[in-house]
């Protein structure tokens, strides 16, 4: 499985930034899949997931509330809704699937500038 995720990008604090991720290869719509990101200086966390019919989602608790995570499986990809950006969001965001995250994509640069 190959995941390619784009969409990041500068944003203003307070801005809004839509990620998406494209799973290629032996793509199965029962992956779980989600987002990680690590910022400057910091381990990578998690920060989203959604279950492979898009029934069951969880979020970091910084998350909750300003990031929507949803999935088309008819087109393979997974999206980040990412709405109310703060500064400290600013991480290179990881695309990931599989029940124990065995796949990762390459990952985009949000920067969200004061």
């Known amino acids: 499985v190959q995941l390619q995720a784009s969409g990041g990008g500068l944003v203003q604090d307070g801005g809004s930034l839509r990620l998406s991720c494209v799973a290629s290869?032996?793509?199965?719509?029962?992956?779980?899949m989600g987002w990680f990101r690590q910022a400057p200086g910091k381990e990578r966390e998690f920060v989203a997931s959604?279950?492979?019919?898009?029934?069951?989602?969880a979020y970091t608790d910084s998350a909750k509330g300003r990031f929507t995570i949803s999935r088309d499986n008819a087109k393979n990809t997974v999206y980040l809704q990412m709405n109310s950006l703060k500064p400290d969001d600013t991480a290179v965001y990881y695309c990931?699937?599989?029940?124990?995250?065995?796949?990762w994509g390459q990952g985009t640069l949000v920067t969200v500038s004061s």
């Open positions: 990931a699937a599989g029940v124990q995250w065995n796949y």
């Open positions: 290869g032996r793509t199965s719509g029962s992956f779980t």
């Open positions: 959604i279950s492979g019919l898009g029934s069951n989602t």
